[in-house]
């Protein structure tokens, strides 16, 4: 009997339920385990003939992966140097970005259309609320569709692991928006479009960071 432990880059207990199928269907493999305590989501297969080839091979039929172990002494500089790693932070900021931006600029446009007397301070926090309500409800449509969650699963696991990056996000746009605008939506000045362009790149660079180090070190996201 084979031991054989490997580091993945699976996110949940619904990625185990994906890889279940694959990994009982093989009659070398007797037992295996995820360890989803760990940062490194560790698998842990008993068997004969088990070999990290036969294991990848089986993570790659839904997506997954076997991680690299860093080495200890470049740890440092390991740890932000993950390309996968920032392609699905910025793949995840943006579906952020998308859901936020649909909400504050929808709730400056509508303020200014049909409540102009309202204070630029109101306007800021509302279109604040708007975002992040826009923003959870892409997150959770995402987990629905991609991931089969229930609604349920699908709300709380994007309230849970969005929220402090959309605060940041919309902090910055709004900031940014604020100062090159005044916070004035207006559609015939050529500066507001560029305000609004600078708006969504500072949007999303600022939760950037954030994303991908909660990725990379408890391996939070699952969209």
């Not at 297969?45 to 470049?74: C, M, S």
């Not at 440092?76 to 579906?95: E, G, H, L, P, V």
């Not at 204070?119 to 509302?126: E, F, G, I």
């Amino acid at each position: 009997m084979e031991t054989l432990q490997v580091n993945t880059n699976i996110h949940c207990d619904k990625c185990v339920n994906k890889l279940a199928p694959h990994l009982n269907g093989v009659k070398d493999i007797s037992s295996w385990n995820f360890d989803l305590n760990k940062p490194e989501k560790t698998l842990t297969v008993q068997g004969e003939g088990i070999t990290p080839d036969l294991i990848a091979e089986l993570l790659d039929k839904e997506g997954y992966e076997i991680a690299p172990v860093v080495e200890k002494e470049n740890s440092a500089q390991s740890f932000w140097s993950d390309i996968s790693k920032w392609k699905r932070a910025s793949f995840n900021t943006m579906n952020c970005l998308i859901g936020c931006s649909i909400g504050d600029f929808g709730m400056i446009l509508f303020l200014q259309a049909f409540y102009p007397e309202t204070s630029m301070a109101w306007q800021m926090v509302l279109a604040i609320i708007a975002g992040l309500f826009t923003s959870i409800l892409l997150e959770t449509m995402i987990l629905k569709v991609r991931e089969s969650f229930d609604w349920i699963l699908a709300l709380k696991t994007a309230f849970g692991m969005s929220f402090i990056s959309m605060i940041g996000m919309e902090i910055a746009m709004n900031t940014s928006d604020f100062i090159i605008t005044g916070g004035k939506a207006s559609f015939d000045n050529p500066m507001y479009w560029i305000a609004l362009i600078i708006a969504m790149a500072v949007g999303f660079a600022a939760p950037l960071p954030y994303n991908y180090y909660k990725l990379q070190k408890f391996n939070k996201a699952c969209h």
